[in-house]
């Protein structure tokens, strides 16, 4: 089945370490894909996309072609990076990653 | 205005209520979605509005009954709901679904508990 896999439930790391989020799809042909956060309390929302090729909050990520795959990588990590990481698809494809919760700590 | 509204915030109904969320969205967008969020799980999706026609159903129960009066406004109708149906149901908004940059703009949900 096409899908974007999240194979990390859980990242804990601590503040000033790298943290890379890991993401692979299996769709074919040229994906669109998002990453996006959730807070703890607050809505769900958009992180980065690809078509971008932007750096938010630190974080960037690059889509991969030839390992299918979409990382989110931030090279410091701040307390406030804490939060649940979902990998998510666009062009008429809806289902999330199953979430990455990242954990940093002092 | 940039964000997706949604009421309630809190709702608790039996399971012979019948009940309705709401959703708006003042960005122009074309599609609108649903989706049911549990707990430190991913959101999944139920219906699909696009240009103000129902596109997806997601196999959703027919005691949840979507409604898009207009392309800012969408409504999830509950009827007859089971103690498993309570979750965060989000809300959620994008340019058109089928097209490069279709990211998606969310609510802050409605808490929905049955009992």
């Known amino acids: 089945a096409q899908r974007v896999t999240q194979p990390e439930k859980l990242l804990s790391v601590f503040k000033g370490a790298p943290v890379e989020l890991k993401c692979n799809y299996s769709y074919s042909g040229s994906p669109e894909l998002f990453w996006y956060v959730q807070y703890s309390r607050q809505r769900l929302q958009l992180l980065l996309r690809?078509?971008s090729r932007e750096s938010i909050k630190g974080f960037t990520a690059d889509l991969n072609k030839g390992e299918t795959s979409f990382h989110l990588k931030k090279p410091f990590a701040q307390e406030e990076d804490s939060a649940m990481y979902y990998c998510a698809p666009g062009r008429g494809k809806f289902q999330f990653g199953a979430g990455t919760q990242v954990v940093v700590t002092p | 205005d940039t964000e997706v509204t949604q009421t309630p915030k809190h709702l608790v109904m039996g399971m012979t209520n019948k009940k309705s969320l709401k959703c708006e969205q003042h960005?122009?967008?074309?599609?609108m979605y649903w989706y049911k969020q549990k707990a430190k799980k991913p959101p999944e999706l139920m219906f699909v509005?696009?240009?103000?026609?129902?596109?997806i159903n997601e196999s959703v129960p027919s005691r949840f009954s979507p409604e898009c009066p207009n392309s800012s406004l969408l409504n999830l109708h509950l009827h007859a709901l089971q103690p498993e149906d309570s979750a965060l149901y989000l809300c959620a908004s994008s340019q058109d679904p089928l097209v490069w940059g279709s990211e998606q703009y969310f609510g802050p949900g409605t808490r929905l508990t049955v009992t």
């Open positions: 960005m122009g967008h074309r599609a």
């Open positions: 509005y696009s240009y103000e026609k129902l596109s």
């Open positions: 690809h078509i």
